[in-house]
Structure formats: C-alpha cells, structure tokens
C-alpha cells in the first residue's frame, strides 16, 4: 500500500482502491495486500474502516480495524464464507451507534444465479462476537437487495437499501 501526493492531496492506496486523506498525515494501513472495498468512518475521534479480504480458494472475509490513540486495532473478522458477496459498486460498511455498539451490513449471494440479499449485525463493542439481526436473502427470490445506507440516532438504527427482488414463480 502507498501513498501518493497530487497537487495538495495525498491518497492512500489499499489495494486497487483509493481512499482521500486530503490534508492529513498518512495512517498506516491495517488491511493486508488482498483487501479491497473499503469503507471509511469516523465517531468520538476513532476511525473505524472496514473491506473485504479474499483469501484463496473463493473464501472471502469481511473485516475491520478501529484507529485510536494514535494506532490501528487488530483488524477483526466479522463473517467470512464463500457466499460473500464481491461488488465494486456495494461495498459493505460498520459503523459506530451512539451508544458505543456497532452495525455492520453485507451481501450474501442466494443460491439462485445472480441473485444476492442484505446482511445487518451488531456487536456490542469491537471485541465483541458479531450477532446477525436482520437478513434479507430469501430462497424464494431471485435479483438483488443492496446499496445499504446505515444510520442512528438514539438507541435506533435505520437502514435504507434498493429492493430489486421478485418472488420465483
């Protein structure tokens, strides 16, 4: 991973994807040369990101680190599987809920050609065990559900999403 200065800008390069630190000193990058789609988020002074790694043989992992005190978690796995879903276009996200817990999204593929749902799980804290809550994949469908917004307020967390699915007849 490199960091790379273009005019006033320095980008840093996790995998083929680049991230804006515009007028920020370079972090150290916790995700390991196989990661991709990152999400960036920030709450409390704490940088949470997030990406998917694959690890050989169609298994993929979806992990992240917490940067605080100057310096990077361990990065966490939250699932891995080979129905994880791979999209340029939908990464998946974690964010921090006021309340100190965290929620994260993914997509799963169905078993039908092409199709993939929504995945939501909480933790209690970043060392916590990850506790699926909502899961929109549904035998019983093909297309897709995706492009996750998460957000909070409260003790609350909505999600909004697109909903291309329709029942198999």
């Known amino acids: 991973d490199t960091i790379r200065r273009y005019g006033r800008r320095e980008f840093l390069a996790i995998g083929s994807t680049t991230l804006v630190a515009a007028g920020v000193s370079p972090l ?23 990406w998917l790694d694959d690890d050989g043989d169609g298994m993929r992992s979806f992990r992240f680190a917490v940067h605080e005190n100057g310096t990077w978690t361990k990065p966490r796995a939250i699932t891995s ?10 990464s998946p996200s ?9 929620a994260a999204h993914w997509l799963e593929r169905h078993d039908s050609a092409g199709a993939y749902g929504i995945r939501i799980a909480f ?4 060392d916590a065990s990850w506790i699926t809550a909502f899961a929109s994949t549904r035998p019983t469908t093909e297309g897709y559900e995706g492009f ?3 957000g909070a307020s409260g003790q609350e967390v909505y999600a909004s999403f697109l909903d291309h699915s329709k029942p198999v007849t």
């Open 28 to 50: 150290s990058n916790p995700a390991g040369p196989s990661s991709r789609y990152p999400f960036l988020g920030r709450a409390g002074g704490r940088l949470l990101l997030s």
């Open 81 to 90: 599987g080979r129905r994880l879903m791979l999209n340029w276009a939908d």
């Open 94 to 102: 974690v964010i921090f809920l006021p309340d100190g817990r965290l």
């Open 123 to 126: 933790a209690r804290d970043p």
């Open 148 to 150: 996750v917004s998460l």
